[in-house]
């Protein structure tokens, strides 16, 4: 079971962005990395190379490695672990490892 999806509310806790909390926009399950909305963005200065073109700045969030993001929980708003639990009807759920709630 994966311990982050997309769309999940999660908080960097190693490196230049620690802290800070942001939305999953993608996944890379191969590589074990995403992309964070507003998190690790990189400046790219675009040079003009045709005649016309305007040279721009251009802000791109880049991939991170999962070990250094920590899921929220929506219930108790704070970083946690996340454990799995099969409910009686045989589906698989996310619990949060504080408040022992099931992530949405």
């Known amino acids: 079971m994966q311990r982050i999806r997309k769309n999940d509310t999660v908080q960097v806790i190693h490196g230049k ?3 800070k909390q942001g939305t999953v ?4 399950p191969g590589k074990d990395k995403l992309i964070v909305q507003g998190i690790g963005i990189a400046v790219k200065h675009m040079k003009a190379r045709k005649q016309g073109e305007v040279p721009s700045i251009k802000r791109q969030e880049l991939a ?3 070990s250094k993001v920590m899921p929220v929980c929506s219930s108790c708003k704070k970083a946690c672990r ?3 639990k099969v409910l ?3 589906k698989k759920v996310r619990i949060c490892g504080r408040c022992k709630e099931i992530m949405r």
């Open 17 to 19: 962005d620690k802290g």
């Open 25 to 28: 926009i993608e996944i890379y």
């Open 64 to 66: 991170m490695e999962m």
């Open 82 to 84: 996340i454990s799995a």
């Open 88 to 90: 009686d009807d045989g």
